[in-house]
């Protein structure tokens, strides 16, 4: 009875084969020699944790931290000197949400290093406030941050001569740290899951380009869950009880071993890729009723990485005493 169906349906046996073969299975592991490495928001969480990997694992390449938190940036770099050994790693102040800051540290980048390898794009911020609380300014800054200044440094990228004259599968990749948030959202993420659906939007269409354009350039698409930094600070949804939050250690561990094996698609936890699939086929009310009661009720507890404000944004201090002034 087996044989019987296979043999009716060998075209989609093939079919299936083929993609997961193609898609799923890891190419043989590639080597880093005298290689440029960028990671943005790398002076903490994950960022930070990618950064004493890599420089721990590959002492022949360059690692430059770009990060816009400056003091934070230059212990990151001492840090990582100290405990790896590695003496080329670099700290680039910028606001990733500045065109013009970008522009220029890229040129930095290039013109004392001559080329980026291994692009990873980590940045990214969450406020985890209602809608109706997010001024116009907080919400074009998160797009800026999350997703805008990603479409920048891939254009910068991947505008590269080298990018485009390579004849070695690999040697420039692009990695985009994502979320299982641009696959579900909930509430208190409107402009953090607006930035990440747009991103995996993005690097989707950028596939189809790019497979026939830049055939030898790697794209590897994250889509972690919650990772216990400080972005997500508070965050405490009941579904942690059955979906552990990850160690920022293990995610960097994931994330170097995707690009040294060129994955491209990969979610942290694994399962999640199932699981969203699932939720996706329920009903939309039962799909509400869930995310509210599993994940939603976590952003009560919310608190959020409280950095200094963007420019053009006001702190709740700030905008407390200019409230006072008015009065």
Request: hydrophobic share 40%; aromatic share 12%.
């Amino acid at each position: 009875m087996i044989i019987e169906w296979a043999t009716e349906h060998w075209i989609q046996i093939f079919l299936i084969s083929w993609v997961v073969l193609y898609n799923v299975w890891p190419q043989s592991r590639k080597e880093l020699g005298k290689q440029v490495v960028v990671i943005t928001g790398g002076a903490q969480g994950l960022g930070k944790q990618m950064g004493l990997l890599f420089a721990k694992e590959h002492a022949g390449i360059t690692l430059i931290i770009i990060d816009i938190q400056a003091q934070q940036g230059a212990e990151t770099v001492t840090e990582i000197k100290s405990l790896s050994g590695l003496s080329s790693v670099y700290y680039l102040h910028c606001d990733l949400s500045d065109p013009a800051q970008l522009t220029t540290t890229w040129s930095q980048i290039t013109s004392r290093f001559g080329q980026v390898n291994i692009l990873i794009n980590n940045a990214a911020r969450a406020l985890g406030k209602e809608f109706s609380t997010l001024t116009i300014d907080q919400y074009r800054k998160t797009i800026d941050i999350n997703f805008l200044s990603i479409v920048h440094l891939t254009k910068l990228f991947t505008e590269q001569e080298a990018v485009k004259e390579s004849l070695v599968k690999g040697e420039y990749q692009l990695v985009n740290v994502n979320s299982i948030g641009s696959f579900m959202a909930q509430r208190q993420w409107s402009d953090y899951g607006a930035s990440k659906f747009a991103l995996r939007g993005f690097t989707q269409a950028l596939r189809y380009e790019l497979n026939e354009e830049l055939p030898n350039l790697v794209i590897t698409n994250i889509y972690p869950y919650h990772i216990n930094t400080r972005m997500f600070e508070g965050f405490k949804p009941l579904i942690r009880k059955l979906i552990p939050s990850i160690d920022p250690v293990y995610a960097a561990q994931r994330i170097h071993r995707a690009i040294l094996y060129q994955e491209r698609e990969v979610h942290i936890w694994w399962y999640l890729y199932y699981i969203r699939i699932i939720l996706e086929l329920l009903p939309l009310s039962i799909q509400l009723f869930l995310v509210k009661h599993l994940i939603g009720q976590g952003m009560q507890t919310f608190v959020g990485n409280q950095q200094k404000p963007y420019a053009g944004e006001e702190s709740k201090q700030q905008q407390f005493k200019r409230a006072k002034k008015v009065q």
